[in-house]
């Protein structure tokens, strides 16, 4: 086993990236549940923006327009989950795991000419002058675009939420629909909104994946991340810094993990591989016995149907 | 305007004719989509519906669509018992893995010995490792209020590492010649999981799920717990009030669902699958959800729908072999039908009427 081959820079640069899909999903999560709508779906999502952004990519020899229709075809299909929780009013649990199964399928059905093929290369985004720094460039200035846009994305998120009287309206609605209805806000109209705002930010987070992070399509590759962005949510208390926080702690697992694996650490690949699951587990664990029971975090309406009697 | 207005009792008509009805509008989409990947949807839709029933070797496939079903139908079951009180156990692939593990290994563990009494122990301990694993997010749950839907998903994962781990590794079959998994548990006669009439699909899985789908039925219909079950589902606050203990009920719910997921697992490797692989859990724990829903969470239902979506399987193979559609597809096509389902299923609440705008 050899230690000295885990670079503690190269470490922290590949943690930004590793987290990046998670944090894309968890952040457009977020504002959905800050509406009150719960989309178990994030990981159907996150798998068709994976491979309709890479199909798109490779066809267009773009990446960025695998970017867009990865945005857009997440943002298609939570609208399915929308129309069906918020005009049909049919359960928000079930819906969800109906949109996550449908994803996974229809991704692998879209997917099957893919295998094997490698996407176009994204370009690098070195900052001038800042990537130059000694340790610190490398981390934190030598990263791709959507690293960037991800943490514009957190920072945009909470701006709007804590900030605009959109968010605040928003906040309204997932606080309490029925008061919110009465006051003449469009709360169906809202949390479409919302919804396709989250089912955009999981598309991008499963085309990272597919076109930056690993880069390459295979069957099933988001491996559950979809659920640990949703996990992510519960941890960071529903606040966009949190997230933030919650997605790098995470992606630091994942890397190091990965690193030990690749350094042969004594430990079988398989508990290694495990190793960020289990970690979600204690989090969630940790989080909710701290503040007990009746999370006074989670909006008020969330996951309840609305429907105006009026 | 057209306004939905909700209905005072819910519609037992609509409640069961929206499963019906949600498979003619899946076979149309379905239709739909196979068209736009270039194939006849006519054809395929036969294929997948038609062929295993009435085809030249339906007298196959009629007994594959069985096989397919008891696992399904098994794991369903257990599933409707909690989704019916609110209680969300997503992590039966997992529960069905652990399950399928440790009744492998005790049925390992007596190799080569002959015995009336290794089938039976190993059937207890599979149901012994869907339960303990069920019981990882119950007591979280119970214990800390920790979110199941989560915790049970995450174990998923941790449970496919853990095959993964037992079939390079310990419970690696030593003539194997270097494969990974394990001995081959049906050629192993104490362990083999036979039809119990030769030919028809019918193992003890088979037996095993049918006698769920009677004990589940007499639980919802006569005993105290099923309508506590109900109660707790239907109005929580009243079932506070009415002396239902949550914890016991997510501790027994998850529990049943978990043991009864192990089951399933245990017949599967015992049987159709043969012995432990990396690979040999096919989804069934997703696929039962669907199972589940379409079943209106009752067990006769959900005996049907487990044979429709073992019917959709069988076809989905069919159709991959004669008219090459990639094997997800028939994952799309079980997805789109729980779309319709719950699109449907609001009519059983709500009825829409005809309003003109009012001025209040």
Known sequence: ?310 | MLVLEKRKVPSRFWARATPLLAVILTMLAGGALFALLGKDPVEAVRTIFWDPLFSEFAFYYRSQILVKAWPLILIAVGLSLGFRAGIWNIGAEGQYIMGAILGGAVGLAFYPAQGWYIFPLMILAGALGGLLWAMIPAILRTKFGTNEILVSLMLVYVAENILSSVSFGILKNPQGFGFPGSRNLNDYAASANMDLIEGTGLHWGGAAALLAVMLAWGLLTRHILGYRIRLSGEAPRAARFGGVDPDRLVLICLGVSGALAGLAGLFEVTGPAGQLSPDFNMGYGFTAIIVAFLGRLHPIGILLAGLLLGLTEVGGGIAQQNLGLPAASIKAFQGMLLFFLLAMDVFTDYRLRFRREETI
């Open chain 1, 1 to 310: 086993m050899d230690y000295s081959a885990i670079d503690p820079v190269l470490l922290l640069a590949t943690l930004m990236i590793s987290a990046t899909p998670i944090l894309l999903a968890a952040i457009g999560e977020l504002v959905v549940e800050k509406a009150g709508v719960l989309n178990l779906g994030v990981e159907g999502m996150m798998i068709t923006g994976a491979i309709c952004g890479f199909a798109i990519a490779v066809e267009s020899g773009n990446p960025f327009l695998g970017l867009i229709a990865a945005a857009l075809a997440g943002a298609a299909l939570s609208l399915i989950f929308a129309f069906l929780t918020q005009v049909l009013l049919s359960n928000q649990v079930a819906t969800g795991l109906a949109l996550t199964l449908f994803g996974l399928g229809l991704s692998s059905l879209i997917g099957k000419p893919y295998a094997g093929v490698k996407p176009p290369a994204s370009p690098h985004l070195d900052i001038p002058l800042l990537s130059d720094i000694p340790v610190l460039g490398p981390i934190f200035f030598r990263h791709d675009l959507m690293v960037y846009v991800s943490l514009t994305l957190v920072a945009a998120v909470w701006f709007f939420l804590k900030y605009t009287r959109a968010g605040l309206i928003l906040r309204a609605v997932g606080e309490n629909h029925d008061a919110a209805h009465a006051l003449g806000y469009k709360v169906v109209r809202i949390r479409f909104l919302a919804i396709m705002f989250g089912g955009a930010c999981a598309g991008l987070g499963g085309a990272y994946l597919s076109l930056i992070r690993v880069p390459q399509w295979t069957e099933g590759m988001t491996a559950g991340a979809g659920w640990i962005a949703l996990a992510l949510v519960v941890f960071a208390s529903w606040r966009p810094w949190r997230v933030l926080l919650g997605a790098y702690l995470f992606g630091g697992i994942t890397v190091l993990q990965l690193n030990l694996q690749a350094a042969g650490l004594a430990i079988p690949v398989e508990y290694l591989s495990m190793s960020p699951y289990i970690v979600t587990i204690l989090v969630l664990v940790y989080i909710s016995a701290r503040k007990g029971r009746g999370n006074l975090d989670a909006p008020a309406s969330l996951g309840r149907t609305f429907h105006a009697a009026h």
